[in-house]
């Protein structure tokens, strides 16, 4: 059934459709400026002044130009041109580099640069860097224009190292060779180009002294095989597999060896190739099922809780700032053992607040998000295995505050949303914002609180808050690191895993299948990539995945298996390897981060001993042996280019269908890759009663679309009449250029005031405006030096229904993300006249004096954009609050915001001079704490004012606000 709301949205796109061809179209997107000149109008001699700029913004760095290090802005049109000012060379080495510093580069392929040239080349390096093409490059030098030819890639295939000639590694870490006792560095590239996939020697880098290779393998060897044959595939994972081999019974513990040894060090080619045995011993065979009914993993599982009692002083001792001992307690709990019980009583009794004691949230203080949620969970899942009451007040204050802590929009950072951030309780965070890979830890240990007995309505109510955030992004991808958009990836540093227990904990059924299909998918590439390095990763993923029942555990650790192998040690401990192909120390021991204890976790999953490890989940998975072949299938695709070559048309289709978001978008990635043209199937795939077909298509049309006309109109009907967001948001997403060509956002001016509608609705299942934020994107988005493109930016303001646009902005104003806010602030604020800000006078105030509760990386841009708005206006009430805000704004990152805010007061003259006393107070201020560059900062203004004699007429805008709108003088 048609609502009125949508037949009144309907109505309006259809008048708009009629309008449209009236209208003066305004430049539409991006594109070549004509034929290239022989000759500029300037001087040989002229270099480039800040003047000349088109922009104010980064006026050191330039914008990034997509081709290794190239940075460059755009300078004022010359000879109808539009040439961007070379500012850094692509190479890090000037003498090779083609484009020097204060070029100009003046077309692309033989075009001109015209409108938005920036943005246009960028795509233009997109285009070629797609067709493995050289990008031709204009350039303008002292006066001579020639042609030169760059590498889109910004260099050239890395070469791999030939070690028995001599040649050296390249920078990236080695890693551990497991039970050998010893390090070795192969070559190898991040996890989304292949990881160790083209490794065919493995260097030894060092030798433990008591391991099992001592006296037969030494620093310089190099491995170039097993059991008699050389690698013809990944060294590491063959070697992996020759280890498991061996440790079996029928293996005998024998690693047979093939290496090369060098005669005399340092001369290249010059040496012998050995054939060595190393002596494992013998821990059984891998059963069909492991690690369910498997003696090789109890084996694996006793040597590691044996290493950790040995080393229990310094494993397993108490932390008041530290999260690592209650990792390990936690996998020694998950053992189930009685032996271990007396070292965890102790652990937990020495981790308890004294009588009388409180936390508190009222200092922001890094990290503690961390100290805190670990010694939760340990302290939670203690309690439920032991019944040990004397830690249930530890209990319920930690979960308390934990719940105090949570920001306004569900989340948590690196600590909590500290009182002194806003004054109340709920407000935002500090630092940079939401860290959603701490959240979801957090947000594993409040129900396990209500678990244990805590029944308070402030952890009932963070509970709700956090799960309205985290709920968001079940079915749409994998949880971003911060408050950003559902990112089409398997997982995340874990986060994928983590959610899976977490929605797994609370028995939503939907987001337990949903993450732990995600993991699933993630595991053929080794998950060997994150933030800080893979440890997080590494924590969830197998506890994630058993979510899936046994045999999802069962199918990640077959996947996994080579990875954890070369992570086992000798001594039973497991190691942490990082990131694998990033730049790391080669020949030390892996000591950072023992990881024994969060290996425990998932090899005990079997015995189900705590709610981390499953005790409530379904040992039956969801998922047919079909499906997780199909899901197997596509992870492994995603890490193979030469596969993903293969594919054929109908193929890369299917995989448009899928279930999984990272499925969907390979396929997409893929039809743009190769400019595959099939508009008109993924027209007709739109109507498909499969949604997951839908979904494909719509966002493959964005990026495919090649303008066609009717898809755009097409998507912009569905989306404002389709009940279905997730669908509204991949049709939404679609409409932006991210390619004049191969987009739709040159052909979808249409969109415009069906989107403005939109923003104002209330949608039940998008309760934090997840889907306004998304067209705040579209209609605004407009950075330099980047393919996307906003339809404002694209097609212009003008004809643009006011009754809409106002609306609008004021919804989007209060949208709980900063970044929504600030792409509309920073589109619209210096376009809008006198008429529309008397509309909306009291919603700028109020988005620039309070900061969004979410997004706070990118929140504080809506606030200088206001300053600036109210001081060009000579606003009265701007002068108080840029003098305010100079110290009571977020704190992290203050030092590029305050000339924001004191060169929006300077721009009031002697009327700013009243603000002269309170700007020494927070000169005063600074001082005290230590920032000397913020203080001169304030200093400095207060000389500019003082010395000024300009006297701007004010206007006052009073009878827009409200008095509790004005801040406090002394508080945030």
Known sequence: MITKQSKLRLLIFLCFLLMIGMW???VLGLGGGGSLPTSLDLPAEFVVQPSDWVDNERPAAGWPLHIGQLRGKAITERNGIHPIHVMRPDTADPDS???ERDDLIIGVNGEALGHDPENYFVQEVRRARRRGALLEVTRWRRGVIENVKLDPAGAAAPTIPDLTQGEQPDGTRDWSLGPLGVNGWGFSRSTDDGGSSQARQILITRVDEKGPSAGMLAVGDVMIGVNGTTFTWDARRALAAAINEAETEQGGGKLSLKVWRPKTAGVAGEG???????????????????????????????????????????????ADRGWLPYINGLGLLATGRDDVMPILKELAHGSLLQEGETLCIQQHVPMMSWWW?????FLCEYYLRTGDEIVLPT??????KIAMGQSGA?????????????????GHLGGYGALNQQGLTLMIALPLAVKSGVTNQVVFDAIQRGDDFFSYFIGKGTIPYGDHGAKPWYDDNGKSGAAAVYFDIVENTEGREFFSEMVLGSAPSGRE?????????????????????????????REMRAIFTLERQHDGRFVFQGNIGERGDIGEPKTQWDSTGARLLQLCVPRRTLYLTGKATPSQSHLSDARIEQILRAGHLAVDEEARARLDVDAILEWLEDPLPPVRHMAVNILEEREIHVVETLKDMLGSENRFARYGAAEALGRVGFANQAAADTLIRMMAEDADTQFRMHAINALDSSDTRLGLGIVAQSAIPVLLQMATEEIPDDPRRVLQHDIA??????????????????????????ELLIPALQAILTNMNGRARSLATNFMYPRLEKEKLEMLWGDIYLATRRIAPSGIMFASEARTDGLDLLSRHHVEEGMYLAAWYVRWQKGHGARRRVPHALAALEKYGVHAQAFVPYLKEHAEHFRASGDEEIEEHILASIERIQATTERPALISIADYLDQEMIPPRDGP
């Open 410 to 426: 569900g989340t948590w950072g690196h600590t909590y949303a500290a009182i002194e951030n806003t004054g109340y309780m709920h």
């Open 529 to 557: 990539s994150g933030h800080t390095g893979h440890y997080w990763s590494h924590l969830w993923g197998g506890v994630g995945a058993a979510r899936a029942g046994d045999k999802g555990l069962k199918t990640f650790m």
């Open 24 to 26: 003066p179209r305004a």
């Open 395 to 400: 209990i319920k204050e930690y979960a308390t």
């Open 272 to 318: 012998e190739v050995l054939d060595l045995i190393v002596q494992l011993p013998v821990l059984g065979t891998y059963s069909e099922t492991a690690p369910f009914d498997c003696e090789k993993t109890e084996a694996i599982i006793d040597q590691a809780v044996a290493y950790m009692i040995e080393h229990q002083e310094r494993l397993l001792q108490p």
């Open 97 to 99: 580099a083609l484009l």
């Open 373 to 377: 949620s670990y010694r939760t969970i």
């Open 777 to 802: 994107q579209v209609l605004f988005f407009n950075q330099r030096g980047h393919t996307r493109r906003g339809l404002f930016a694209t097609h212009g303001l003008e004809g643009v229904d006011t």
